[in-house]
């Protein structure tokens, strides 16, 4: 018997990349898959949802910070370390394991997704992943008096994974068109939950099964 085949595309961005500590592959909660199942077979036919990053090893997290930080302060090198903090947490949340405040996507809550037209290419939706800049503010396009095709056709891209993603349960962090939750802190946070479902985690290893098991 055949598997039906997945509706999703996994692009491990970060291990394409070779930064250091990144998997090559996309791990996200059982309950955020199932989400990002439903959201990709709800898009129109054609479109698919490509799946960039999801939980991500601390090492990274840092990596991430660290490298955003350092390029902030080349270009402002008469800012405060607040500024420089506040302007790199804009894109890259500060990495922590704190269970009462743990980084976003070590929590395998977060996900980063974008749209594919039915060869598999990305769609245009503005900047490319992880641009930190302001165009990259999921709402960025909405607030411009949009008359152009080019402009209308990114600001439909981002509208139509806006919507589907929300659809299943995501939020969506309002400085990156790409990244949403679900179960984590900022989805409590801008869904106006009591409390996160998740908390940091890292995906299971055989002899983690075989210590709990003995």
Same mark, same amino acid.
């Given at each position: 018997?055949? *598997? $039906?085949?997945? !509706?999703?595309?996994?692009?491990?961005? =970060? /291990?394409?990349?070779?930064?250091?500590? $990144?998997?090559?592959?996309?791990?996200?909660?059982?309950?955020?898959?199932?989400? *990002?199942?439903?959201?990709?077979?709800?898009?129109? @036919?054609?479109?698919?949802?490509?799946?960039?990053?999801?939980?991500?090893?601390?090492?990274?997290?840092?990596?991430?910070?660290?490298?955003?930080?350092?390029?902030?302060?080349?270009?402002?090198?008469? $800012?405060?370390?607040?500024?420089?903090?506040? @302007?790199?947490?804009?894109?890259?949340?500060?990495?922590?394991?704190?269970?009462?405040?743990?980084?976003? %996507?070590?929590?395998?809550?977060?996900? +980063?997704?974008?749209?594919?037209?039915? &060869?598999? *290419?990305?769609?245009?939706?503005?900047?490319?992943?992880? +641009?930190?800049?302001?165009?990259? %503010?999921?709402?960025?396009?909405?607030?411009?008096?949009?008359?152009?095709?080019?402009?209308?056709?990114?600001? +439909?891209?981002?509208?139509?994974?806006?919507? /589907?993603?929300?659809?299943?349960?995501?939020?969506?962090?309002?400085?990156?068109?790409? %990244?949403?939750?679900?179960? &984590?802190?900022?989805?409590?946070?801008?869904?106006?939950?009591?409390?996160?479902? =998740?908390?940091?985690?890292? !995906?299971? @290893?055989?002899?983690?099964?075989? @210590?709990?098991?003995?």
């Amino acid at each position: 018997m055949s *598997l $039906a085949p997945s !509706p999703i595309k996994m692009f491990p961005a =970060y /291990a394409k990349q070779g930064i250091p500590g $990144a998997v090559d592959e996309c791990h996200v909660r059982e309950g955020v898959y199932r989400r *990002l199942l439903a959201a990709a077979r709800g898009l129109p @036919r054609g479109i698919g949802l490509i799946v960039l990053d999801g939980w991500r090893p601390w090492r990274v997290q840092q990596y991430l910070f660290d490298t955003l930080f350092e390029a902030i302060r080349e270009r402002y090198p008469n $800012a405060y370390e607040a500024q420089l903090l506040e @302007r790199t947490r804009e894109f890259v949340a500060l990495p922590s394991t704190d269970p009462a405040a743990p980084s976003p %996507h070590l929590t395998g809550g977060a996900v +980063d997704v974008t749209l594919s037209d039915a &060869d598999g *290419l990305p769609l245009d939706m503005g900047t490319l992943f992880d +641009d930190a800049t302001p165009l990259s %503010h999921t709402a960025y396009f909405e607030r411009l008096n949009v008359s152009g095709a080019y402009q209308r056709r990114v600001r +439909d891209n981002r509208r139509l994974l806006y919507h /589907a993603m929300s659809e299943q349960g995501f939020t969506n962090l309002p400085s990156e068109w790409w %990244h949403f939750d679900f179960g &984590d802190q900022l989805w409590a946070y801008y869904g106006d939950h009591s409390q996160a479902i =998740y908390g940091s985690t890292e !995906p299971l @290893r055989i002899e983690d099964r075989w @210590r709990r098991q003995l």
